[in-house]
């Protein structure tokens, strides 16, 4: 399980200065946060959906959850399937898969081959890693490319490449940034399975997209974002109720239209 404690991470960034004074034309810094007080917890065999707009503060979010950033403020807690707190920064990032939307691979070793060597980082043994590999061949319908070279896949094949090293050690909570972004059909239809799957198996899966057919269809709850704060929380039958709406794809809309915003 991984529970969100009042969360915030903010950033410095450089604005022009107001046409009416004097220093016109230079630059000053401020601060901004992009992320502002989240909480929220993803249970065991849950798949939780994190939505919101471009710079809402999704991805910012996902790096703080995957811990490759550090909040200004509060918490973020891994809890193992005992209850039991994970402390140690190392074996919290043991219990975590993340994918990134700017993740680069080895493109001169296959699969199989980039595999083996993280799965040797991972102190895993031959035949366990021989084991794990052939369940991620499987799930991820890898067969016939598995033992080609990375450079010369296709962009769905490169992703499911890229999603199949972050479950080479079998973590328990899966994190992915846009997951299906760009993809065929029978490439996103292997990943969402996958999903599924891993739920099934308890895992806990957490994942910002921009299809909202695929969160409404996917996910038990949704979390939404904007302007780095929580806007909305529930399943997509809740925030359906609660908008008036009959989709996912109306609800995002009257959600971030409330807030003053776009869906763009």
């Given at each position: 399980?991984?529970?969100?404690?009042?969360?915030?991470?903010?950033f410095?960034?450089?604005?022009?200065?107001?046409?009416?004074?004097?220093?016109?034309?230079?630059?000053?810094?401020?601060?901004?946060?992009?992320?502002?007080g989240?909480?929220?917890e993803?249970?065991?065999?849950e798949?939780?959906?994190?939505?919101?707009?471009?710079?809402?503060?999704?991805?910012?979010?996902?790096?703080?959850?995957?811990?490759?950033?550090?909040?200004?403020?509060?918490?973020?807690?891994?809890?193992?399937?005992?209850?039991?707190?994970?402390?140690d920064?190392?074996?919290?990032?043991?219990?975590?898969?993340?994918?990134?939307?700017?993740?680069?691979?080895y493109n001169?070793?296959?699969?199989?081959?980039?595999?083996?060597?993280?799965?040797?980082?991972?102190?895993?043994?031959?035949?366990?890693?021989?084991?794990?590999i052939?369940?991620?061949?499987?799930?991820?319908?890898?067969?016939?490319?598995?033992?080609?070279?990375?450079?010369?896949l296709?962009?769905?094949?490169t992703?499911?490449a890229?999603?199949?090293?972050?479950?080479?050690?079998?973590?328990?909570?899966?994190?992915?940034?846009?997951?299906?972004?760009?993809?065929?059909v029978?490439?996103?239809?292997?990943?969402?399975?996958?999903?599924?799957?891993?739920k099934?198996?308890?895992?806990?899966?957490?994942?910002?997209?921009?299809?909202?057919?695929?969160?409404?269809?996917?996910?038990?709850?949704i979390?939404?974002?904007?302007?780095g704060?929580?806007?909305?929380?529930?399943?997509?039958a809740?925030?359906?109720?609660?908008?008036?709406?009959?989709?996912?794809?109306?609800?995002f809309k009257?959600?971030?239209?409330?807030?003053?915003?776009?869906?763009?």
């Open positions: 399980m991984i529970r969100v404690d009042n969360i915030s991470k903010k410095i960034r450089n604005i022009k200065s107001d046409s009416s004074k004097k220093a016109f034309g230079k630059k000053t810094k401020e601060e901004f946060y992009a992320v502002n989240v909480s929220f993803a249970k065991e065999g798949i939780l959906g994190i939505l919101g707009p471009n710079g809402a503060g999704k991805t910012t979010l996902l790096r703080m959850l995957a811990s490759l950033m550090t909040p200004n403020d509060g918490e973020v807690e891994i809890y193992k399937a005992d209850g039991t707190l994970i402390e920064p190392v074996d919290k990032k043991k219990y975590i898969g993340y994918l990134s939307g700017n993740t680069k691979l001169r070793f296959s699969t199989r081959e980039m595999l083996k060597i993280l799965a040797n980082v991972y102190g895993m043994s031959g035949e366990e890693t021989n084991k794990r052939g369940f991620i061949e499987e799930v991820l319908e890898m067969q016939n490319f598995i033992d080609n070279r990375i450079e010369k296709s962009t769905g094949q992703q499911r890229n999603i199949a090293r972050c479950l080479i050690h079998s973590p328990e909570i899966y994190i992915f940034d846009e997951p299906t972004l760009g993809l065929d029978i490439s996103s239809d292997a990943i969402v399975n996958f999903m599924k799957k891993e099934e198996n308890g895992k806990t899966v957490l994942y910002s997209t921009h299809y909202m057919e695929e969160a409404q269809y996917l996910c038990d709850h979390f939404m974002i904007y302007k704060k929580r806007i909305a929380y529930g399943t997509p809740e925030l359906m109720e609660a908008t008036g709406t009959d989709n996912l794809r109306d609800t009257a959600l971030v239209n409330k807030e003053g915003g776009s869906d763009e």
